[in-house]
Nanobody
Framework: QVQVVESGGGLVQAGGTLRLSCTASGLTFDAYAMGWFRQAPGKEREGVSCISWGGGSTYYADSVKGRFTISRDNAKKTLYLQMNSLKPEDTAMYYC????????????????????WGQGTQVTVSS
């Protein structure tokens, strides 16, 4: 049984930093591209970042480029998202995802839905 669990969310002031973590069990972690998505109230879930199985390729939504960094530690089966210079518009539930069937981020990664999903961790940025 696949389990994906996020942690590290919280309340932070604008300009602050947070680091999200995600652990995955029940799957061969380094066989999957991994990613972060987020969903704000009343909005569609959107892709934030994706990383290939070995960490050699990373992708970011334009809204977070230069501020967020995705990384992974395959030995620990853990995915990270370092979030710097946070803005109120970053407020959302953040979800970790393992891209089923992909070792590399698919071309449509921002819209890909056939993932293993975690339950999410809330990030709230106050102005």
């Amino acid at each position: 049984q696949v389990q994906v669990v996020e942690s590290g969310g919280g309340l932070v002031q604008a300009g602050g930093t947070l680091r999200l973590s995600c652990t995955a069990s029940g799957l061969t972690f380094d066989a999957y591209a991994m990613g972060w998505f987020r969903q704000a109230p009343g909005k569609e879930r959107e892709g934030v970042s994706c990383i290939s199985w070995g960490g050699g390729s990373t992708y970011y939504a334009d809204s977070v480029k230069g501020r967020f960094t995705i990384s992974r530690d395959n030995a620990k089966k853990t995915l990270y998202l370092q979030m710097n210079s946070l803005k109120p518009e970053d407020t959302a539930m953040y979800y970790c995802a393992a891209f089923r069937g992909y070792r590399y981020c698919p071309g449509s990664w921002t819209f890909y839905k056939n993932n293993y999903w975690g339950q999410g961790t809330q990030v709230t940025v106050s102005s």
